[in-house]
């Protein structure tokens, strides 16, 4: 469980970078077409942010149960 933990840990490091690069390139968007397709990036980054994030929550609630037991 701890690798699995370590590979989506780096996964999720990955993937903020990208999120966060894209927040950058819809503020700095000169073009409403451009702020537009920026943004429907930065939404779809979002959600596998949150999906690798929400797989680091079960992980570690499976790793404490296991430990329990």
């Known amino acids: 469980m701890e690798k699995v933990l ?3 840990s780096q996964w999720f490091s ?4 990208i999120l966060d690069q ?17 943004k429907q990036s930065y939404m779809i980054q ?13 992980v ?3 790793q404490e149960e296991n430990e329990q037991n």
């Not at 990955?14 to 970078?17: A, G, K, V």
């Not at 390139?25 to 451009?34: C, G, H, N, R, T």
């Not at 979002?46 to 079960?58: G, L, P, S, T, W």
């Open 60 to 62: 570690e609630f499976e």
């Open 14 to 17: 990955e993937e903020r970078e």
């Open 46 to 58: 979002e959600v596998k942010v949150d999906a690798i994030q929400e797989a680091m929550r079960f």
């Open 22 to 38: 894209l927040a950058h390139d819809v503020a700095k968007s000169d073009l409403i077409e451009d702020m537009v397709t920026a």
């Open 6 to 8: 370590t590979k989506l």
